[in-house]
């Protein structure tokens, strides 16, 4: 679950890039994260991982209180959530194997767990055949998968993603939010920034509208509602 309450972000250069921000996203929900560019998207998303820290307010992410927490404890948090993003953020000089398993070796997970979670996920998007290739050998929309299965081999209970489908065509991005929705329905909360009109409007999820760094909208079954 996440909990912000009057949460606002001011950049050193004056910009409030989110003014008395309140919202709660329940376990299991799917939300989209929609608005104008320079609305404030990409705060609010980071803002949910620790990425960047609120001036003012409270955010709370599961039991913990992210808005307050010290930097040591930040990884404990990081660990809950899967974070995805546009450019895909593989180490280009490790395997597909190696990609998903860095996560969690990260966390210190028992060596003779990782293989076998490893393929499993892998398998789970459809791409086990590939697993000693390097990202340079695979296609946008193959690494985009890639960068699902290692947000999600830890069974994270929150998926944050931002703009995973900004770079990939129309057909790639339809398999990926495919993926997505497989595991919302699992019971994984699913937090999306997007400027995708057509996804938005066809899935029919909840929609959180930022506009001008305030919540314009916030609806159970919305639409885009922008012109792009």
């Not at 076998?116 to 296609?139: F, I, Q, T």
Request: aromatic share 8%.
């Amino acid at each position: 679950m996440i909990e912000m309450y009057d949460v606002w972000k001011t950049y050193p250069n004056g910009t409030n890039a989110l003014k008395g921000i309140n919202v709660k996203i329940n376990k299991g929900d799917f939300v989209f994260v929609v608005g104008p560019s320079g609305a404030g998207k990409s705060t609010f998303i980071k803002l949910m991982y620790r990425e960047e820290k609120p001036t003012k307010g409270q955010i709370f992410l599961n039991s913990f209180n992210v808005s307050r927490i010290k930097e040591r404890q930040i990884p404990a948090v990081r660990r809950s959530i899967g974070v995805i993003f546009q450019d895909f953020k593989l180490l280009p000089n490790l395997t597909v194997f190696e990609n998903v398993a860095f996560a969690m070796e990260v966390i210190e997970s028992n060596k003779k767990e990782i293989k076998p979670r490893v393929m499993e996920v892998l398998g789970l998007v459809k791409l086990k055949h590939k697993a000693k290739m390097l990202p340079s050998e695979l296609s946008g929309g193959e690494q985009q998968r890639i960068a699902l299965a290692r947000a999600i081999v830890n069974n994270p209970g929150i998926i944050i993603a931002d703009e995973p489908t900004g770079n990939l065509d129309p057909d790639t991005s339809w398999e990926i939010m495919k993926l997505f929705d497989e595991i919302n329905l699992s019971g994984t909360t699913v937090v999306m920034a997007t400027h995708n009109r057509e996804i938005v409007n066809s899935m029919r999820r909840r929609v959180i509208a930022i506009e001008a760094g305030e919540i314009a909208r916030d609806e159970q079954r919305g639409e885009y509602g922008y012109e792009d």
